[in-house]
């Protein structure tokens, strides 16, 4: 809720975690990604899109931590989103987690105890184990979206996609029928 002393959410982390495979198995990578959207075109086609190799054009949304294994200590990825920094065409930004394909076809029910936790400063506003998506490739674990005064506010839910990750950044931003 924005109010005279609150400008809404303006910046946050979201990290996440998972076990490496076992001894023997190829190794497990899961990414964050992040999409911007227009006032012009909210559910179509992103602007661009921050992952593992880029960053955005403005340096607001950033990845601190990158692994490729799940053998970082405590959370193995990490993106910042300064939202309050985003230039105000933009109204939407979606974040969401891939696992990538490349040495074995995973679901989430084959990562060894995933997790996902999005903060702002110390407070936490969503967590989630994507329980609710095992059998997804890819799914979107937070929406960003300004209100009517300018401010940024939270969408929680884990939504998963159960097709080729590699189309994911392309469709992650589109309108969910409920």
């Known amino acids: 809720m924005v109010d005279g002393l609150s400008k809404g959410i303006r910046k946050v982390e979201v990290a996440l975690k998972w076990d490496p495979s076992p001894a023997g198995q190829p190794p497990t990578d899961l990414d964050i990604v992040a ?69 074995a076809d995973r679901t989430f029910v084959g990562v060894l105890n995933p997790a996902v936790r999005v903060r702002e400063g110390w407070n936490v506003l969503a967590e989630d184990d994507f329980g609710a998506v095992l059998g997804a490739t890819a799914a979107t674990v937070a929406e960003f979206a300004r209100d009517g005064s300018g401010g940024w506010a939270l969408r929680p839910g884990v939504y998963g996609y159960e097709d080729d990750p590699a189309l994911f950044t392309r469709v992650m931003g589109r309108a969910r029928l409920t």
């Open 35 to 103: 999409a911007t959207y227009t006032s012009a075109d909210p559910y179509g086609a992103p602007v661009y899109v921050v992952h593992f190799d880029s960053r955005s054009p403005d340096g607001t949304i950033f990845l601190n931590r990158d692994s490729k294994d799940g053998k970082g200590f405590g959370w193995d990825e990490v993106m910042t989103l300064e939202l309050d920094r985003l230039d105000e065409r933009y109204t939407r930004v979606v974040v969401g987690v891939v696992i990538q394909q490349r040495d």
